[in-house]
């Protein structure tokens, strides 16, 4: 899943859409802030979330989420851990 407020990223990745709207600024609308996006995040259980530096610092309340289920693998990418999961 993409934490951004970009909604390009779900056409160029062919990512599956698990929340309401790909921009992650009108999720937060549609299902509140003050981690219940980030609860919805959750449930989903992504294998990989890819976000960066702008959607982490307007939308942090995913980063409790990031630092105990998921890695970096990049600056800017996490995946599940022990995911089976390969990013190139």
């Given at each position: 899943?993409?934490?951004s407020s970009d909604a390009w990223l779900y056409v160029i990745a062919d990512?599956?859409?698990g929340l309401p709207t790909p921009p992650i600024d009108n999720?937060?609308?549609?299902?509140?802030s003050q981690g219940k996006l980030a609860q919805a995040v959750a449930v989903l259980d992504p294998d990989m979330i890819i976000?960066?530096?702008d959607a982490l610092t307007g939308f942090s309340e995913i980063k409790p989420l990031l630092s105990s289920l998921?890695?970096?693998v990049d600056h800017e990418q996490w995946?599940?851990?022990g995911s089976a999961t390969t990013i190139s």
């Open positions: 899943m993409a934490w990512l599956p859409l999720d937060e609308v549609l299902l509140g976000t960066g530096d998921y890695r970096a995946t599940m851990v």
